[in-house]
């Protein structure tokens, strides 16, 4: 298993310097730093942005909304789960409300954030309607795959229905939400940073993005593309860190 893991650790760093090789032969063919910088300016960029007063402040407060977007968006999708579950008319309002979420495009709903909202709540509020309906499916999943015959031997013995959720239910749905927490999250990332480069809130990486991209210094734009690859996988490690530790417990 070890000798497996290491193999799979050497192929990523593989094709990582594979794509790092065949950037730096676009960049050479292309000649031009406007359209395709080199991997050595991107690190140059990256340097003097990491080094600058705002930058960890920036990096923080984006990685914060994220996980602001998600925690909201879980928390909602918790809630109207369990309303699904009793309440078969709430079921078919959230199950509508859902598909119009998936079919409406992101820059209208960033468009209205900035129309509705404080610029620094826009990008928490477009997480959250993205992740809301990846999180509220896999909720219904998770309700609806719980053993029938454990919940009808629990109706035999009159178990008390807080104690059923308690312990048949919460578990189930916890679960399926950790299951596809690392997914969300990433998802996340991308329009919350996305919603920072409309609203442009004071300390936040899309904003930087923006004045990056305002002044045509591309190295500086891919830079901020790498921190925002470094961030997603930092959030990611944090998620499954969470996620064995959760397993690793049992519920209370």
């Known amino acids: 298993m070890k000798k497996y893991t290491m193999k799979d650790r050497e192929l990523k760093v593989l094709s990582v ?4 090789v065949i950037w730096n032969v676009v960049s050479v063919a292309v000649n031009r730093e406007v359209l395709v910088p080199s991997p050595v300016a991107t690190i140059r ?9 705002g930058f960890y402040i920036a990096v923080l407060c984006t ?7 998600v925690i909201a968006a879980a928390l909602f999708a918790f809630v109207c789960g369990i309303l699904s579950k009793y309440i078969k008319a709430c079921r078919i309002a959230l199950g509508l409300a859902v598909d119009f979420l998936g079919a409406v495009p992101v820059i209208a709903v960033i468009i209205l954030a900035i129309i509705w ?20 499916d896999n909720v219904m999943a998770s309700i609806d795959g719980v053993d029938k015959e454990i919940v ?12 059923v959720f308690r312990e048949i239910y919460a578990p189930s749905i916890a679960r399926g939400i950790f299951d596809i927490s690392s997914t969300t999250v990433s998802i996340t990332l991308k329009m919350v940073v996305a919603g920072e480069v409309l609203s442009q809130p004071e300390f936040s990486v899309g904003a930087n993005l923006q004045v990056e991209r ?17 961030l997603s996988k930092s959030l990611n490690m944090i998620v499954d860190m969470v996620k064995r530790r959760f397993d690793s417990r049992e519920w209370m």
């Open 17 to 20: 310097l594979g794509m790092v």
């Open 45 to 53: 960029s990256l340097l003097e942005i990491a080094s600058e007063s």
């Open 63 to 69: 990685a914060g909304r994220s996980v602001a977007g």
């Open 117 to 136: 909202l404080q610029n620094s709540l826009v990008p928490v509020f477009v997480g959250l309607l993205v992740s809301f309906p990846v999180l509220y």
């Open 152 to 163: 009808e031997m629990a109706e035999v013995y009159k178990v008390r229905k807080l104690v």
């Open 214 to 230: 305002a002044y045509l210094n591309t190295p500086g734009v891919f830079a901020w593309v790498v921190i925002i690859l470094a």
